[in-house]
């Protein structure tokens, strides 16, 4: 009977952890190298969608992929009357699935993001060198999370419109 109630209980243990996973904003507010993604993502009204959108991918630019921008950038972009071109470079890092790595092509291949027209499109390669979205470079690939996948990009991209 003691057995048995142990393996009740570690089976309830081990659901609830599975059941508590984290979501995308969850996990990269743990890494701690997202803070400027962070902050862009609440500025935009975005982190609730990130956090509770099912089947996302997300091309996730480092702080210092942010750092890379032209100096006064980001605090241009994080002003309120910025916010629907802050929205558009958001969801031009964001997929409407899930992509593991592993189902990524060799070669180029175009996906489509969440921004709206135009100029919605990635061009992601995979090769022996690594992959690619568009001009940056996939530093850490497939971190899972409750509601999506994320890919660490080196690179912020900016949509051409």
Do not use: W
């Amino acid at each position: 009977m003691h057995k048995i109630l142990l393996a009740a209980t570690a089976a309830l243990c081990l659901g609830a952890a599975s059941a508590s996973a984290a979501n995308v904003v969850e996990t990269a507010q743990a890494a701690g190298s997202f803070k400027t993604l962070i902050a862009a993502a609440q500025a935009a009204g975005l982190a609730d969608a990130l956090a509770t959108t099912k089947n996302i991918t997300v091309f996730a630019p480092t702080d210092e992929a942010f750092a890379k921008l032209p100096a006064g950038t980001v605090e241009t972009l994080l002003k309120p009357e910025n916010k629907d071109k802050l929205v558009a470079i958001l969801t031009y890092h964001v997929l409407p699935r899930e992509l593991e790595s592993k189902q990524m092509l060799a070669g180029p291949f175009h996906v489509r993001t969440l921004k709206a027209k135009p100029d919605r499109t990635l061009t992601i390669s995979k090769s022996a060198g690594g992959v690619t979205v568009d001009n940056a470079k996939v530093v850490k690939a497939d971190i899972m999370t409750d509601n999506g996948v994320i890919h660490v990009i080196d690179t912020v991209l900016i949509p051409s419109k």
